[in-house]
């Protein structure tokens, strides 16, 4: 008995270095600016074995990678092997490299289905091994190598830049500075579509509420000066018809404010939504300007290899 015991405290005590040992050497370069590079050691594959990574920045959290950006050793069969490589167009996906960030390659292991009677039984659950690389500024390679760490988490669904097959990636959609037009009309509701690479909506409908609650108070202190003042037109001398002046000179003051506010928040919200439409736009052409042609090299099965990339 107390033999088995010490046999399960071992196990125990050495899992986690067995899951650290699925990937290591995790590197991170960038590449002309605008695409970020990750090599990494795969040391065991497995059958049913799917790897994807995740990017988190130090200002903004986790980012959101789309599959259509990413190429190289990601997804389903990925041999085992030492420098396997991944190329992300972090430009094309809406992040410009200006800010330290921290790549985690994982590794979402499947079981194997077989054809026998037990094929209904439940299936264990899969494990999840991560490595993390260094943190570094996405404007320089990292300077020395750290150990990869083990997690046991078990993602509940499909990571960004893991490619599903059969998934067809979904077509880009316009950000740019004609959203500006809704902004004048709406204000507040153009800015939230030029938000990259998805709508946020936040506290923009309050600028809607806002603007037009404004421009209606505006409205009613605007007929409420004119009643007053056409009261005091009526009078008969003016020190009985001056509290009627007062009030309506008031209610105008308050009509003023009111409309010059909502105008010049209406107007600024324009503007915000045209500046960050044109850099939405600029940044798409730089990115297809990039994309048109590339070439790298690359590593497959322990062969050097050659890519090039054309579009038109």
């Known amino acids: 008995m107390r033999l088995l015991f010490l046999v399960s405290l071992y196990l125990l005590i050495n899992s986690p ?7 290591r050497n995790i590197r991170l370069r960038v590449l002309d600016s605008t695409q970020l590079e990750i090599r990494y050691d795969l040391v065991n594959a497995r059958p049913g074995d799917s790897v994807y990574f995740d990017v988190r920045s130090r200002q903004r959290g986790l980012l959101t990678v789309l ?3 990413v190429r190289g050793d990601i997804g389903t069969r990925i041999t085992a092997g030492s420098d396997r490589r991944i190329v992300w167009n972090a430009l094309a996906n809406g992040y410009a490299l200006n800010e330290e960030i921290q790549a985690v ?3 979402k292991t499947s079981p194997i289905r077989e054809s026998s009677p037990l094929a209904n039984a439940p299936a264990p659950r899969p ?6 690389a260094p943190t570094t500024p996405t404007g320089a390679a990292p300077s020395s190598e750290q150990p990869s760490q083990s997690n046991t988490e078990q993602p509940s ?3 960004p830049g893991q490619e599903r097959p059969g998934h067809r990636p979904r077509q880009d959609r316009y950000a740019g500075p004609a959203w500006a037009l809704l902004s004048a009309v709406a204000p507040g509701v153009g800015n939230i579509f030029v938000q990259w690479p998805k709508p946020k909506l936040g506290l923009r409908p309050l600028i809607t509420i806002g603007c037009y609650g404004l421009a209606a108070y505006g409205i009613i202190e605007r007929q409420k000066s004119r009643d007053n003042f056409a009261i005091y037109e009526q009078q008969k001398n003016a020190q009985a018809g001056e509290p009627y002046y007062a009030l309506a000179n008031d209610h105008h003051h308050r009509y003023y404010v009111a409309t010059r506010v909502a105008i010049a928040v209406a107007a600024t919200d324009v503007v915000l939504t045209l500046l960050r439409g044109l850099r939405n ?5 730089e990115a297809r ?3 048109s042609f590339s070439a790298y090299p690359g590593l497959q099965a322990g062969q050097p290899t050659a890519g ?3 579009s038109f």
């Open 105 to 107: 390659v994982r590794i």
């Open 17 to 23: 270095a067995w899951a650290q040992e699925r990937v």
């Open 281 to 285: 736009s600029q940044l798409k052409k």
């Open 127 to 132: 494990d999840a091994v991560t490595a993390p």
């Open 157 to 159: 669904q499909d990571r």
């Open 67 to 69: 599959p259509q950006f």
């Open 289 to 291: 300007r990039i994309r």
């Open 308 to 310: 090039i990339r054309y």
